[in-house]
């Protein structure tokens, strides 16, 4: 009887169940006649391993032959061709997990954690523009230091900002990978960052007019435009651009306007909503606003939507200022730290700021909302030209 080669393809079709040679170890193993499977007993280091070859009769005999003779010689290597075999799956594994899809799977699970699920792109944008057209066909398993330093070296001087949120982005994509079960080099961004050196990029605040010289500004805003109604609400208010050009006439009860809390900014609790006190001044302009509303918007563009921060902001360019609206916010600041005793967390809470850490927000319940609104009445009062007398509050309890 031959050695090997003992099976031939018609009768291996043929034989019911049960255990056949074809020899060097080489076995058909057969539940029943339509069907079985291959296996390969190996001795590898002095032990004996049984190496599975696929089904019978999805696998053939000569294919199962080549598969035996390609497992005998990884043995003849001294390797264990299972663990060889093993090692080749997890190689083509990884080269499946691409860059690419790994930050689309972790922008996925972020979603919860962003402002209006990340549908403005603010947080994929620096990954979509300056790192996935380079790497994103890259198994991330394979990013380093040094490919990361020559993706974002181009703009690592000339647009910090966005190059560090790039950064920040891809650490966390590689965190991500991690969870996944990848093996990635969490410590890439470190080194990338220390390859790339300090930047030279020197962050400029938005210009911001003092505030003993916003009542000139506000007393100049006198044409009932839509523009000129905006931002003197702006500056009553204190709120960034965005919730103010969206206001709707539903955000507002009495003297109150509620923001809603996916308009706010760095505020993602979809239940922490944000209530402005609206003293006189302001529902003196929200009134005389009523009457350019469109769709129950006060600030309605000339076309469609609402107006744009560029709307404003071109006005102010017309002057030759150097100022811009968002600046209007730290002209309110500078007035509470240095025209009032307003306490630190009543000010910063004027502006919207997050205040504190999570346990005390926790047991702080308050939004000092008539603080506030004794501080807004204040500043209202200046920069419509009246009393600029400092004002006292004592700390809340």
Known sequence: MR???????????????????????????????????????????????????????AVPLAEARRKAEDARATVRDGLDPIKEREKARREAA?????????????????????????KAGRWFSPLALHVLPKLGKTPIADIDQ?????CLKPIWHTKASTADKALGRLALCL????????????????????LLGKSRHKAQNIPALPWQDVPGFYASLSDGTVTHLALRLLILTGVRSAPLRFLHLDQIDGE???????????RRDATEAFRVPLVPEALAV????????????????????????????????????????????????????????????????????????????????TDFLEQRRALLARWANHVTGQSGAVIRLASDA
């Open 286 to 365: 929200i009134e005389a606003a009523k009457a350019h509303a469109r769709d129950g918007f006060l600030f309605p563009s000339v076309r469609k939507g609402v107006i744009s921060d560029a709307t404003m902001a071109r006005l102010m360019e017309r002057r030759e200022m150097d100022a811009r609206p968002h600046g209007f916010r730290s002209s309110l600041r500078d007035w509470l730290a240095e025209a009032t005793d307003a306490p630190h967390d009543v000010a910063e809470t004027i502006l919207g700021h997050v205040v504190g850490g999570a346990v005390e927000r926790a047991y702080r319940r």
């Open 3 to 57: 050695a090997t080669n003992r099976l031939s393809a018609r009768g291996a079709a043929a034989l019911g169940p049960g255990k056949y040679a074809d020899g060097a170890g080489l076995w058909l193993v057969k539940e029943e006649t339509a069907r079985g499977k291959w296996v390969l007993r190996v001795t590898v280091h002095g032990r004996r391993r049984e190496m599975g070859l696929g089904p019978f009769p």
């Open 146 to 150: 040094t490919d990361i330093r020559d």
């Open 94 to 118: 990884r080269n499946l997990h691409v860059l690419n899809d790994i930050a689309a799977d972790c922008f996925e699970s972020r979603k919860a954690e962003l402002k209006g699920d990340g």
């Open 256 to 266: 109150v306007w509620t923001v809603p809390a996916e308009a706010m900014k760095g």
């Open 175 to 194: 965190k991500h990978a991690a969870a996944l079960g990848l093996q990635v080099d969490l410590q890439a961004t470190d080194k990338a960052r220390a």
